[in-house]
C-alpha cells in the first residue's frame, strides 16, 4: 500500500472525476450562454430589419414627394415599375435611395389607398427576407414577424 502512495504523490496530473466536474461546470456555462445569446441575436434581427424598413419608408415618401411635385398627382406613378419593383432592383425608384441596404429582400408589395382629399397616395409596404416579413403602414408602425 505504501509503494501506490508514493507513486501517487510522484505523479502530476488529474484524476478522472476532477475533469468530469469541470466538463460539467463548463457545458452548464455554455448552455446557459447560448440561451442568452440566442435572444441577442434575435433582438439585433428584428432591430436590422426596422432599420432598413425605415429607409425604405423614407426612401418611398421622398420619390412619392419628388414625383409629385414633378407631375402632379397622377396616380398611374403609383402602377409604374419602377414604384412597384422590389427596392434592390437596379430598375427600382428607390434603387439609389436603399438598395445596397435592401439586398437581402426577396419580397415587397406596395401598398396604395386615397387620402383625405381622394387623392391616391402610398399607404404602406410589406418587405420580405428569407427569415422574416416587415410590415409598415402609414397610420401605424412597422411591425417585424418571423415567417414559419
Known amino acids: 500500500m505504501m509503494i501506490q502512495k508514493k507513486k501517487r504523490l510522484g505523479k502530476k496530473g488529474y484524476t478522472l472525476v476532477e ?5 460539467t461546470i463548463m457545458a452548464i456555462l ?7 445569446y440566442t435572444g441577442y441575436i434575435e433582438k439585433a434581427k428584428t432591430a436590422s430589419l ?10 418611398l415618401l421622398v420619390c412619392e414627394a419628388e414625383y409629385i411635385a414633378k407631375n402632379g398627382n397622377d396616380e398611374m406613378m403609383f402602377w409604374s415599375d419602377e414604384f412597384l ?3 434592390n432592383h437596379p430598375d427600382s425608384a428607390l434603387y439609389p ?8 429582400c ?5 401598398k ?11 399607404t404602406g409596404f410589406t418587405y420580405e427576407t428569407e427569415e422574416y416579413r416587415v410590415i409598415w403602414k402609414r397610420d401605424g408602425d412597422m411591425t417585424v ?4
Request: glycine letters at 10%; zero cysteines; a negative charge.
Open 19 to 23: 475533469l468530469m466536474v469541470v466538463i
Open 30 to 36: 455554455a448552455a446557459t450562454a447560448t440561451g442568452v
Open 50 to 59: 426596422l432599420d432598413t424598413a425605415h429607409q425604405v419608408k423614407e426612401a
Open 85 to 87: 419593383k422590389a427596392p
Open 97 to 104: 435611395y436603399v438598395g445596397e441596404v435592401t439586398e437581402d
Open 106 to 110: 426577396t419580397g415587397y408589395t406596395l
Open 112 to 122: 396604395i389607398g386615397k387620402d383625405s382629399n381622394g387623392d391616391k397616395m402610398i
Open 145 to 148: 414577424t418571423k415567417k414559419e
